[in-house]
């Protein structure tokens, strides 16, 4: 059973606004867990920075090496 082209083009309209919410919400969480986190002091923000740092190259290399290709 295939779904109507009526049921295509309402989702085809929600989608682009359905990824402006959660985009929203996620910058929205971003800027008050670093709020909350730069109140807490410069030690703290700057060992955060550094486990973020180190999350950003590891998915990074582990992304370059699973699409190398042999």
């Known amino acids: 059973m295939t ?4 049921a295509d ?3 085809d ?3 682009p606004l ?3 919410v959660i985009g929203v919400a996620v910058a ?5 867990a670093t709020y909350r986190l730069a109140m807490r002091g ?5 060992a955060a920075m550094l486990v973020t740092g180190a999350a950003i190259v590891g998915i ?3 992304g ?3 699409n190398r290709h042999i």
């Open 3 to 6: 779904p109507s082209p009526h």
């Open 9 to 11: 083009a309402l989702l």
């Open 13 to 15: 309209t929600l989608f």
């Open 18 to 20: 359905w990824q402006f």
């Open 28 to 32: 929205l969480f971003v800027v008050v």
């Open 42 to 46: 410069p030690s703290r923000m700057r």
């Open 60 to 62: 990074t290399v582990v």
């Open 64 to 66: 370059i090496l699973s």
